[in-house]
């Protein structure tokens, strides 16, 4: 059973912060990448940004310059800070992450429950 758990959501002034996290629990031997991914009413899910267990990352271009997104991997958890917000980012967000549960196993991709952000512009 491998969980992820989400936080760090909100309301938030167009130009403000926040940062998200989401830390993965459970049965799991290794984790490959982690990534953000956020869906606005009426419109489908998007990739925000990504980042490998090397440390490599790649973002959507509407967030470049202004998301970072980093990982604890001792902590199973990756972040996603946001800066410079814009009314356009409010989305549910959801965590994203790819993970072998045994040496043996093969990747299974797993999504968070998602949490609410709101830019007030």
């Known amino acids: 059973q491998v969980q992820l758990v989400e936080s760090g959501g909100g309301l938030v002034q167009a130009g403000g912060s926040l940062r998200l996290s989401c830390a993965a629990s459970g049965s799991i031997f290794s984790i490959k990448a982690m990534g953000w991914y956020r869906q606005a009413p009426g419109k489908q899910r998007e990739l925000v940004a990504i980042i490998t267990s090397g440390g490599s990352t790649n973002y959507a271009d509407s967030v470049k310059g202004r998301f970072t997104i980093s990982r604890d991997n001792a902590k199973k958890t990756v972040y996603l800070q946001m800066s410079s917000l814009q009314a356009e980012d409010t989305a549910d967000y959801y965590c994203?992450?790819?993970?072998?549960?045994?040496?043996?196993?093969?990747?299974?991709?797993?999504w968070g429950q998602g949490t609410q952000v709101t830019v007030s512009s």
């Open positions: 994203n992450v790819a993970l072998r549960r045994t040496q043996w196993s093969g990747v299974d991709v797993y």
